[in-house]
């Protein structure tokens, strides 16, 4: 068997990553061969498994289209007539795409290959792009329009958007998506949360098999470590350490709630955000209630992680977040909104979830949080999440007829 990941971008210790290795080894072991094709970026690392679409220019027209008009998916004819020229040397069996509508592929070229060579195709869902126009998530912004027909005339998505915007024609590319990847004979989408199957229920690709797998994550890495965050940093015993991480740390990730946290919650409690925008990394650089972080190696991450006494989440729009897995795995409790996906990676007997944007409902949570025997519930709630566990249930997708 042979398999073709395909994703814009990835690093090897990623999430996506580890997925390729395992998937990698797995395939291995019987007889086949993996690689991972990937969108051109000057100037990166390449691994030996790695196929490069595109180039400056084809990409560079791609993202201009988008930034002009609001258009992806249907440019990138050389580029892709070049890719799929390597999968003629490849002959995959499973294709296993990822984020692809990042301005490097003709979606067309590609789904008519893979309907041609009868290739199974198996798409994993990180956001909701590939069902609507552009928007990755339409419930934050309250869009229905979606399920039907995207047609941009009132569109308040914020997320991913042109810079531009002379025409915004991204009701075409919502009709290109739904006569090009609508048309997969044999696909099955996996979604990391059971609220992202419930929107591909709702979208032009409900008939197509959807399976919900969970993302998972390495428990051999998070778990409680040995720390000593309290003497390193000079916070007393008495304070309540309240842990934030985000990549980065921006609106869509609740910047404006920890900020409005750390002004209102009495003196108790300790703030540590790890993955500030640099203005935030300078505001605070100097104030005694908090540590702001633009960034730390994954050994302090573990021991934040490890001594925090509450992680809190106030993600605004989020597919699994993976976040929650990692500190509560590290016997962290978790209190975090109800923001799509969330709420399944929240243990329910130990952490709080709380409505969606409602500020005075996340600062009560912690205000009256009940602590005992929380950490060591969230961490038996995380111990089912393991990552070992993810990739077997994807190679019997690729099996499976």
Known sequence: MNIVYIHSSYKPNDLIGQWFVATKEMVERHGGKAYFAIKYVKGKALQEHDIVVGDTISCGIHSRMFDYFGLQDMFSWFATKRFLSKLDEIHPDVIHLHVTNDWFLNMGLLCKYINKHNIKAVWTFHDARVMTGNCPY????????????????????????PSCRYLYLVGLTHKYRKSTIGSLKDLTIATPSKWM????????????????????????????????VRQKYGIAKDKIILLSVGNPIWELKGRAYLHRLFNELPDKYYFIW???????????KDNKRILAFPRVDREELLQFYTAADLFVNPTLADNFPTVNLECQACGTPVVAFDSDGTKETVAPNAGMVVPRKDYEALRDAILNFLFVDAGTKSRIFALQFDQKDVMPKYFELYKSK
């Open 274 to 284: 790890i993955g500030c925008i640099d203005r935030d990394v300078e505001k605070y």
């Open 197 to 228: 199957s419930s929107l591909v229920a709702k979208s032009y690709l409900k008939d197509k098999p959807c399976v919900v797998i969970n993302n998972g994550i390495n428990l051999d890495m998070f778990h409680p470590v040995k720390q000593d």
């Open 138 to 161: 339409p419930n934050y912004i309250g869009c229905k329009e979606w399920q039907k027909e995207c047609s941009g005339k009132n569109c308040k998505n914020t997320f991913i958007v």
